[in-house]
């Protein structure tokens, strides 16, 4: 037996150093991205990873200053700056502690996504049960009334905000998007509760 296991080590101890380091790497970003992420009461995620971070950041800091609170209370994050299994499809997620992309719109580390038009429309049924998109009576009538050339429909159901119609998003954005869709914001299910979330929603559409 020892002889087995001083040959595999022989043979394959390469392997297994770098597969220690990957999953060392995936932990430290696991931990310097979700674990702050969580203390953060407002976290948004593009979910291109292609929209201009410095108006982004601009945005979230005008709002933060709009609601009178630390610019530390909201953040704006790339897509790409979470793990995703498809990018490591050898190493247990499980076992190493380590929640993924999609698993974190539950548990209130990532509270609003914004994803492209078709995207949103492509998503399947198991994206829409990852979000509350906009919940009934998360606005009131009056709200829906006032805010209903926002709400972007599919099948005669609100999938979101649309992102770039909003007043907040032009005059930060204009029309420097990567591509010509409509960009969809949604709520992540783990955070209708959050008050950050809604506060949002209103400062973006400018009411």
């Given at each position: 037996?020892?002889?087995?296991?001083?040959?595999?080590?022989?043979?394959?101890?390469?392997?297994?150093?770098?597969?220690?380091?990957?999953?060392?790497?995936?932990?430290?970003?696991?931990?310097?991205?979700?674990?702050?992420?969580?203390?953060?009461?407002?976290?948004?995620?593009?979910?291109?990873?292609?929209?201009?971070?410095?108006?982004?950041?601009?945005?979230?800091?005008?709002?933060?200053?709009?609601?009178?609170?630390?610019?530390n209370q909201a953040?704006?994050?790339?897509?790409?700056?979470?793990?995703?299994?498809?990018?490591?499809?050898?190493?247990?997620?499980?076992?190493?502690?380590?929640?993924?992309?999609?698993?974190?719109?539950?548990?209130?580390?990532?509270?609003?996504?914004?994803?492209?038009?078709?995207?949103?429309?492509?998503?399947?049924?198991?994206?829409?049960?990852?979000?509350?998109?906009?919940?009934?009576?998360?606005?009131?009538?009056?709200e829906m009334k006032?805010?209903?050339?926002?709400?972007?429909?599919?099948?005669?159901?609100?999938?979101?905000?649309?992102?770039?119609?909003?007043?907040?998003a032009k005059e930060?954005?204009?029309?420097?998007?990567?591509?010509?869709?409509?960009?969809?914001?949604?709520?992540?299910?783990?955070?209708?509760?959050?008050?950050?979330?809604?506060?949002?929603?209103?400062?973006?559409?400018?009411?």
């Amino acid at each position: 037996m020892k002889k087995k296991l001083d040959n595999f080590f022989y043979y394959y101890k390469f392997h297994v150093l770098a597969v220690i380091f990957i999953l060392f790497v995936i932990y430290e970003v696991f931990i310097s991205i979700h674990g702050k992420d969580k203390e953060i009461p407002l976290v948004i995620v593009d979910d291109t990873s292609q929209m201009s971070m410095v108006k982004a950041e601009e945005l979230v800091e005008d709002f933060a200053d709009s609601q009178k609170i630390g610019k530390n209370q909201a953040a704006f994050r790339y897509r790409s700056m979470y793990v995703e299994k498809e990018q490591y499809k050898d190493i247990a997620f499980d076992a190493a502690g380590i929640k993924e992309y999609q698993d974190l719109f539950t548990d209130g580390s990532i509270d609003l996504i914004i994803r492209t038009a078709d995207d949103t429309e492509q998503g399947g049924e198991s994206w829409k049960s990852d979000h509350l998109l906009l919940p009934k009576d998360y606005f009131t009538e009056q709200e829906m009334k006032k805010y209903q050339d926002y709400f972007y429909y599919v099948d005669e159901e609100a999938m979101g905000i649309t992102f770039d119609k909003c007043p907040k998003a032009k005059e930060f954005f204009r029309d420097d998007y990567p591509t010509e869709y409509h960009y969809i914001l949604q709520i992540a299910k783990g955070s209708k509760e959050e008050p950050l979330v809604k506060k949002f929603l209103v400062y973006l559409m400018g009411m």
